[in-house]
């Protein structure tokens, strides 16, 4: 286990007992391997019984996010890496949809990522546009190791640098390369989303909030939160992390996830 990083044991229990909710990313955090165990999913639903809020944080895109936010055990989810938050609203029984950009402005933005598209594409072999692509609003996905054989690390890092190139934010997630033009990301976005939604200040509560992810595009959240969790499977990107989350679980992806969550409603019942 990386010495920076504190055990899953270590997190004060007060720190548990006291939590109000949990933001989570879904690759290789939530699943394992591409699927979502049982473990994970009976997780889930465990933390939202238990009265915490739960909100899914990920990069993956608004067509899968729709989903997501009207049939998942969740609050509401941040996707495209802070690009939107959609939430299902019970009492009018309907989806709501917040972009950070307007319709125009994203349609804008799309059409100067298809020439980063075609650059990459050409100039790194192996690479591929994501699967999901189609069903997204804002950013780029570029596949290096979903349904891809897995690129070098020399590659990924030339995918970023001609997304920075073209003046593009971006983003390594465990699966993808994300890019997109704006500042955003997905603690701004959280953020915002808390307020707008539940009144709530997050840089005021945050102590009272955790996150759980796994790889570098985690990286803005993990410092942000006190309760900043990592499934075990982040120790692959640490050499490529400046910001490491201040704890760590024993197992991997939805495993370490229900583990997180396990420990997290054991010592809510001691209270």
């Known amino acids: 286990m990386n010495k920076n990083i504190a055990p899953l044991e270590s997190i004060p229990s007060e720190l548990l007992q006291n939590l109000k909710g949990v933001f989570f990313d879904l690759d290789d955090t939530f699943t394992t391997h591409g699927k979502i165990p049982a473990c994970s999913f009976d997780a889930l639903w465990a933390l939202k019984n238990a009265g915490l809020l739960v909100i899914a944080v990920t990069g993956r895109p608004a067509g899968w996010c729709d989903h997501l936010a009207r049939m998942w055990p969740v609050h509401g989810v941040v996707g495209e890496n802070g690009a939107f938050c959609f939430w299902f609203d019970e009492k009018e029984r309907k989806l709501k949809k917040r972009f950070l950009d307007t319709d125009s402005v994203r349609a804008e933005k799309r059409q100067r990522l298809l020439t980063v598209r075609d650059e990459i594409l050409a100039a790194v072999p192996g690479s591929a546009l994501a699967s999901d692509q189609h069903y997204r609003e804002a950013d780029l996905a570029i596949d290096y190791c979903e349904d891809v054989p897995p690129l070098e690390s020399e590659a990924v890092r030339q995918i970023c640098s ?22 955003y990301d997905k603690l701004g976005m959280a953020k915002r989303f808390m307020t707008e939604r539940f009144g709530l200040d997050l840089d005021t509560e945050k102590g009272s909030f955790a996150y759980c992810g796994d790889s570098p595009n985690d990286e ?43 420990h997290i409603l054991q010592h809510r019942q001691k209270a």
Do not use: R
């Open 220 to 262: 803005p959240v993990f410092e942000y939160f006190p309760i900043s969790v990592a499934v075990k499977n982040v120790l692959k990107f640490v050499d490529q992390m400046q910001t490491l989350p201040a704890y760590i679980t024993s197992q991997e992806g939805g495993e370490g996830f229900a583990e997180f969550a396990s």
């Open 162 to 183: 001609l997304f920075k190139a073209h003046g593009a934010t971006c983003k390594v997630s465990s699966i993808h390369v994300n890019g997109w033009f704006g500042e």
